[in-house]
Structure formats: structure tokens, C-alpha cells
């Protein structure tokens, strides 16, 4: 069956670096997102793309973030200078059409120190 | 704002019914989603229902929708040991393509 895969599946940075979270969607999806888990907080939506394009973001994704499809197959999200509060699960998801069910990765687990 | 929110914990034995509520603010919500998530793991897409439904059964799962009282239920009947999971409850509004998440009910099977 096809799955949303994630790379790496722990992340371990210092604060100020930059860093790059890899996602590959399940092939014949058009959509895709992220979304991110605090450690005993709510799982939060980042931002959401289609057609090489950010179609919504939400309050966190500010300047520090961007999101890009380079390949065929990748969707990347960066964090260019990394903050404390940035530990969290990120999680890339993807859906076939806009109305579609979102299809999460296993996540990757980010620390920053 | 859209805001969802969930019972924390639920402990049930096994072979019970488990009921898990989750009550949402948006009424615009289009879709509801019932995710798990076991240890270490991603978020696993369980079922899901369109909000001019009341009821949807899959399986040993059964999902009730009041749209009135903004209140969605996941039932599994027959738990099982291999159930014990987090789940979560999240909606979708009808502008946009984002899924707002409710903190999680942790599921406890006792057998």
C-alpha cells in the first residue's frame, strides 16, 4: 500500500542552524502539507501546497519557514534559523484532490539545543 | 476560531465497547476525521464522515455524527489489546484544506 515517507526520523540541530525536513507524498498526490506536534500539545497545521504553491499557511509559518517541491517526488520543508520553540514532530501529509483524505508520514522528530 | 476538543484518557478492558467523543466549534465543518496514532508512529487515517451523515459503520468501527450539538463519537466494538493508541478527533471546514486537531484521547486496553 502506499505510504507518505519521511526523512530522517530524528533530527538533532543547534539553535541559529539551518534545517531541512524531507518528505516523499504518495505518488499521484497532488496536495500536500505539514503539519507539526509540541510535545504534549495539539497537532498544528503549518501550511498547505499544490501546483508549486503555498495554498494556505497559518500564523507559524512565518518568514523563518518555507516549503518546496524540488523534484518529482520530494517536498521539502526548511527552517532557516532555528529556534528553541522549533522542537516538535513534524508531519508531512498529502490527498489526491482538495477535498481528499490527508495521508500523514511517520514524522520526523526535530531537537533543537 | 475552529477549536476541537477531546477526553484526555479512556481505559477500557478488552473485548468492551470503547466510545471516544470529541465535540467541535466550526459548524461550516465539511469532513471529520478519526486519526490513531500508536507509539513512535505517524498518524494513521481511520475512517472519516461527511457532515450531512449521522452515522457511518466500518468494521468494528462505528462513527455518530450530531451536527446540531457539534458532538462526533468513535465506537469500536470487541477492543483489543492491539487498539490501545492515541486518537484523534479533527475537522475540516468548508473553505480551505487545512485539519484542525483535538489533543488527543490516550485509549488504555486492559486485558
Known amino acids: 500500500e502506499p505510504e507518505v515517507t519521511q526523512t530522517p526520523s530524528h533530527q538533532v540541530t543547534q539553535m541559529g542552524q539551518e534545517v531541512i525536513l524531507r518528505c516523499v507524498p504518495i505518488s499521484n498526490h497532488l496536495y500536500f502539507y505539514w503539519y507539526r506536534q509540541i510535545l504534549g500539545q495539539k497537532v498544528e497545521f503549518l501550511v498547505s501546497f499544490y501546483n508549486n504553491e503555498i495554498s494556505e499557511k497559518s500564523e507559524i509559518f512565518d518568514d523563518q519557514f518555507s516549503v518546496e517541491r524540488p523534484d518529482g517526488s520530494n517536498f521539502t520543508l526548511k527552517i532557516r534559523s532555528t529556534k528553541l520553540e522549533d522542537s516538535a514532530m513534524y508531519f508531512c501529509a498529502s490527498s489526491d484532490d482538495n477535498q481528499g483524505e490527508q495521508y500523514f508520514g511517520p514524522g520526523t522528530r526535530l531537537t533543537v539545543t | 476560531g475552529e477549536d476541537v476538543e477531546q477526553s484526555l484518557f479512556l481505559s477500557v478492558r478488552e473485548g468492551d465497547s470503547s466510545v471516544i467523543n470529541c465535540t467541535y466549534t466550526?459548524?461550516?465543518?465539511?469532513?471529520l476525521y478519526w486519526y490513531k496514532q500508536e507509539p513512535g508512529a505517524g498518524l494513521q487515517l481511520l475512517t472519516y464522515i461527511f457532515s450531512n451523515m449521522d452515522m457511518k459503520q466500518d468494521q468494528r468501527l462505528t462513527v455518530l455524527l450530531n451536527k446540531k450539538d457539534k458532538h462526533l463519537s468513535l465506537r469500536i466494538a470487541d477492543t483489543q489489546t492491539g487498539d490501545s493508541a492515541i486518537y484523534f478527533c479533527a475537522e475540516r471546514t468548508e473553505y480551505g484544506n487545512k485539519l484542525v486537531f483535538g489533543a488527543g484521547t490516550i485509549l488504555r486496553v486492559k486485558s
Open positions: 466550526d459548524s461550516s465543518s465539511t469532513y
